[in-house]
C-alpha cells in the first residue's frame, strides 16, 4: 500500500508540476467530508493535501463573514498541506489524521498562532509551546487550519467576546450556536473542517454540539490531559473532539488521549492501565442495543408547553421510542437530585478555582507576548467583555479562592453527589443516563445568558457524556431546517469505549443530523498563494453587553 501510494504521489507531482497543483486536480467535496473521505480522496488521486485545505478555505471564505465562526487561520496551513503531499509522494502517509484539516478554540496553546481566549487583553499572549493535544494533532498528521472563536474565557454559552465578536448558529442566524465552543460549532456545522475542538467545563464540548447538529465527547477527567488550555476550573475542566459523525468524533478521541500521562495536569495520573492507549475507533463495533438499560432523567427537561420547550420533549420522546424498538429498555428517574439548577447553585466550583488557575496560567513561562500578569490585571484593562448576568459570578471570584471555608465542604458535597449517581447506576443496573443537553431550543443571540442546559451533572461528578444529534424544531422563516436538539449520554467514569458504541447504535436506528441550509451550496474550487487573512466582526456584538465593564 506504501508503494502504491508513493507512485501515485509521483505520477501526481509530475503531472502537476507546482505547489498549487492540487487546486487544478482537487475534485474534494468538502461539505459533510469525513476523515474516511478525505483520505479516499487524497489515496485514489481525487485530491492532494493541498486541493483539501484551499477547499475549507473558500468555505470559509464564503461563509464566515454570515456566521463570524473563525478567529485567525494558520498562516502555515497551506505550506503544511505541501509538505504532506511530498510525503504521500514519498510514501510515508504516516498518522491517523493525516491531512484532516482541524479547527482548535482559541483557548488551545499554540506555537505559531497566538491564543487569545476571545479576549482583546491577550490579543497578543503569544505561547512558545503547543499544549500537548495540538502536539498529538500535529502527531497525527493533521493540519491546524486556525482558531475559532468561543464564549470569552470559556465562561458561559452565548459565543460572544471582544476579539471575536458574536458567533451566530448556522441553523438560524437569529440564534446562538451554543457555548462557550460555540465557534467550533457553528464552524464544523458548516464544514469549514473535518474536525474541531473544545473545552467542557459545565456545558461548553456538549452545547454547541446540540445546537449544531453534531457529535461531541466530554471525557472522563484525566483522559485528555489539559495542560496549555486557558483554565477555569481545576475540578471541572475537561477538553475533547467535536465532528460530524461518531466515527471522527472516536478517531479524534484516540489521537487526544495518546498524550497519556503529563506531568502538567496530574489528573492524567489516575487514568487506569486499560484506558491508556485505547483504539476508540475499534471500540465502535459490535454490540447492539437489545437489552440495553438507559435511565431517562426527568429532572433534565422542562415539560410546559411552549414553541421553546416542546420541540426538545418531542425529539427526545421520538428517540426513547426508537431505542425501546431497537430492543433498548428505557427507565424513568425520577429522582430529586438531578436539578440541573441545585446542582450548579450548590456543586459547581468555578468561583473558587477561577483566579487561581488563571493566574497559574498567565504567570507561566511559556506565555510569550504582551499580555497581563493576573486575572485581576485583566479585568482592570477594560478590555474584556463580561455578560451582565455574570457580574457577580466574575466579581466575587476574583475575591475567592480554594482556602474559602466553603470550598472543602463543597468538595465532601460533590463526593456525596457523585455517589448517589453511582447508587442510581447499580440501583437500576443502568448502561447510561440520557436526557436533552438543554431543556429548551439553543437561545436566541441577545439572550440575558443560555438557560436550560444539563451539562453540570457531569461536570461536577467528573463522568464521561457522548452528545448525539436528537432532531430538529420545527421549520421557521428564520431556520429553514428547524433548530438542532441534541442527547446527552452519560456513563461511569472510564467508558468512553462503550457510550461511543451505543452513540453509534442510537445513530444506526435514528440518523438525524442534516447540513444547514445556509451552508450547502457547493463552493468552487479557489487557488490560494497564501493563506487568506480573516477578521472577526466584532461590530455584531449586541449592545445587552458592553465592552469592560463588570
Not at 495542560?227 to 466515527?247: C, L
Not at 475499534?282 to 433534565?300: K, M, N
Not at 428517574?333 to 488563571?358: H, V
Not at 431543556?439 to 467528573?462: F, H
Request: aromatic share 6%; charged share 15%; glycine share 8%.
Amino acid at each position: 500500500m506504501k508503494l502504491y501510494r508513493a507512485i501515485l504521489g509521483l505520477l501526481r507531482l509530475v503531472h502537476l508540476g507546482s505547489s498549487q497543483a492540487g487546486s487544478c486536480l482537487n475534485r474534494f467535496e468538502v461539505r459533510e467530508a469525513t476523515i474516511e473521505s478525505a483520505h479516499t480522496a487524497l489515496f485514489s488521486g481525487l485530491s492532494t493535501c493541498r486541493g483539501i485545505v484551499e477547499a475549507s478555505i473558500a468555505r470559509i471564505e464564503a461563509y464566515n463573514p454570515a456566521i463570524n465562526a473563525i478567529i485567525t487561520l494558520n498562516p502555515q496551513a497551506l505550506a503544511v498541506a505541501d509538505s504532506l503531499d511530498q510525503a504521500i509522494a514519498a510514501g510515508n502517509t504516516t498518522g491517523l489524521l493525516f491531512c484532516i484539516p482541524v479547527l482548535l478554540k482559541d483557548n488551545y496553546d499554540t506555537e505559531d498562532m497566538k491564543t487569545t481566549g476571545g479576549c482583546l487583553d491577550l490579543a497578543n499572549s503569544q505561547p512558545s509551546v503547543d499544549a500537548p493535544a495540538v502536539t498529538a494533532f500535529k502527531r497525527a498528521g493533521a493540519i491546524i487550519l486556525g482558531k475559532t472563536n468561543l464564549h470569552e474565557l470559556a465562561l458561559e454559552g452565548l459565543s460572544v467576546s471582544s476579539l471575536g465578536g458574536q458567533t451566530f448558529n448556522p441553523y438560524d442566524l437569529s440564534r446562538t450556536p451554543g457555548g462557550s465552543s460555540g465557534g467550533t460549532g457553528a464552524a464544523i456545522a458548516a464544514s469549514f473542517a473535518v474536525l474541531g475542538t473544545g473545552t467542557d467545563t459545565v456545558n461548553s464540548l456538549r452545547n454547541p454540539a446540540s445546537a449544531n447538529s453534531l457529535f461531541s465527547l466530554r471525557p472522563t477527567p484525566g483522559l485528555i490531559s489539559r495542560a496549555g488550555i486557558i483554565p477555569v476550573s481545576y475540578t471541572q475542566d475537561t477538553i475533547g473532539p467535536i465532528a460530524r459523525n461518531v466515527e471522527d468524533l472516536a478517531t479524534a478521541l484516540t489521537v487526544m488521549a495518546s498524550v497519556g500521562y503529563d506531568e502538567d495536569d496530574n489528573v492524567t495520573s489516575l487514568v487506569p492501565q486499560d484506558s491508556r492507549n485505547v483504539n476508540y475507533a475499534a471500540a465502535l463495533y459490535g454490540g447492539s442495543l437489545q437489552g440495553v438499560r438507559f435511565g431517562l432523567v426527568e429532572g433534565f427537561f422542562n415539560r410546559s408547553n411552549s414553541n421553546e420547550t416542546t420541540p426538545v420533549n418531542e425529539a427526545l420522546n421520538a428517540t426513547v421510542s426508537a431505542l425501546t424498538a431497537a430492543g433498548a429498555k428505557v427507565v424513568s428517574i425520577p429522582s430529586p437530585i438531578f436539578n440541573s439548577s441545585y446542582i450548579i447553585s450548590n456543586y459547581d466550583t468555578q468561583r473558587f478555582e477561577y483566579r487561581e488557575e488563571m493566574d497559574k496560567y498567565l504567570t507561566k513561562p511559556s506565555l510569550r507576548g504582551s499580555h497581563p500578569r493576573t486575572l485581576h490585571d485583566l479585568y482592570a484593562s477594560g478590555n474584556f467583555l463580561v455578560i451582565p448576568s455574570q457580574y457577580g459570578y466574575v466579581n466575587t471570584a476574583l475575591v475567592s479562592s480554594t482556602q474559602n471555608t466553603t470550598y472543602i465542604p463543597r468538595k465532601f458535597d460533590i463526593h456525596n453527589l457523585t455517589l448517589a449517581l453511582r447508587t442510581v447506576f447499580a440501583g437500576y443496573a443502568l448502561d447510561a443516563l440520557i436526557y436533552p443537553e438543554q431543556a429548551n431550543l439553543v437561545v436566541k443571540v441577545g439572550a440575558a445568558s443560555q438557560s436550560g442546559r444539563n451539562g453540570i451533572l457531569a461536570a461536577v461528578t467528573g463522568s464521561p457524556v457522548v452528545t448525539v444529534p436528537a432532531g430538529f424544531s420545527p421549520a421557521t422563516e428564520t431556520a429553514p431546517k428547524g433548530i438542532p436538539i441534541g442527547m446527552e449520554i452519560l456513563g461511569l467514569p472510564w467508558t468512553e469505549g462503550k457510550l461511543l458504541n451505543l452513540a453509534r447504535q442510537i445513530v444506526a436506528v435514528r440518523r438525524v443530523r442534516r447540513m444547514p441550509a445556509l451552508t450547502e451550496a457547493v463552493i468552487e474550487a479557489t487557488s490560494y498563494d497564501t493563506v487568506p487573512a480573516i477578521a472577526p466582526n466584532l461590530g455584531n456584538i449586541p449592545s445587552a453587553y458592553p465592552l469592560g465593564r463588570l
